[in-house]
Each structure stands twice: as structure tokens, then as C-alpha cells.
């Protein structure tokens, strides 16, 4: 079991930064793979980026290829999403997911999930 949890949402400018972070809970943590999905207004859930268990390979969504980065530190049970160059296109709910082992695309193949956290990016 895996219990996970967001944070570092907010506010910002086009233009500007945030780091989304994700705790989890469990022993095993370090066993799985982490995506980041998110969902904008009246949206499907779409995919962002994901990371495998050990962190050693990571797929982005086009959209964000280049301005967004995953990593992980296994020590502290932790995944983060960086992302920089922020575009209002990027507001929606930022949602952590996690599977065994290897990342995958699709949403319905994650079998925890966060509760979300709000990222905002205004003009």
C-alpha cells in the first residue's frame, strides 16, 4: 500500500517556476513508478511525465518537453515535478500517481493516487 500526497501548487506568472512535490508512504516506495498527470477545466486527465523505479529513465508529454523536469529521491520517498517556463496552458490540477516498477502513459494503469494540487498560471 502507498499512500500519496502533493504539494507546491499555486499561483504564478507566465514565465515563471514551480516544484511540485510528492510524498509518499509505504515501505517499498522505492519499487514503483511515479507519473505526474493533470487535469485542467472541463478536461481529461492527461499525462505529464513519468519516472521509473529507479529513476534511471523518464518520458515527458511533448507539451512540456524541455520546460518540465521529474526526478526522485528514494531516501526521502519523494518524486518531484519541476517546472519552469510556465505557460497558462499549464494551469489544471497536478495529480502523482504510482505503479510497480516501470512508468506508463495511461492514467487507468496507476494504482495510487494523490489527491491533486492546484498549479495556476496566469497571463
Known amino acids: 500500500q502507498v499512500q500519496l500526497v502533493e504539494s507546491g501548487g499555486g499561483l504564478v506568472q507566465a514565465g515563471g517556476s514551480l516544484r511540485l512535490s510528492c510524498a509518499a508512504s509505504g515501505r517499498t516506495f522505492s519499487m514503483y513508478a511515479v507519473g505526474w498527470f493533470r487535469q485542467g477545466p472541463g478536461k481529461e486527465r492527461d499525462f505529464v511525465a513519468h519516472?521509473?523505479?529507479?529513476?534511471?529513465?523518464?518520458t515527458y508529454a511533448d507539451s512540456v518537453k524541455g520546460r518540465f523536469t521529474i526526478s526522485r529521491d528514494n531516501v526521502k520517498n519523494t518524486v518531484y515535478l519541476q517546472m519552469n517556463s510556465l505557460k497558462p496552458e499549464d494551469t489544471a490540477v497536478y495529480y502523482c500517481?504510482?505503479?510497480?516498477?516501470?512508468?506508463?502513459?495511461?492514467?487507468?494503469?496507476?494504482?495510487?493516487w494523490g489527491q491533486g494540487t492546484q498549479v495556476t498560471v496566469s497571463s
Open positions: 519516472i521509473t523505479w529507479s529513476g534511471g529513465s523518464t
Open positions: 500517481a504510482a505503479r510497480p516498477v516501470l512508468g506508463i502513459m495511461v492514467a487507468t494503469g496507476y494504482d495510487y
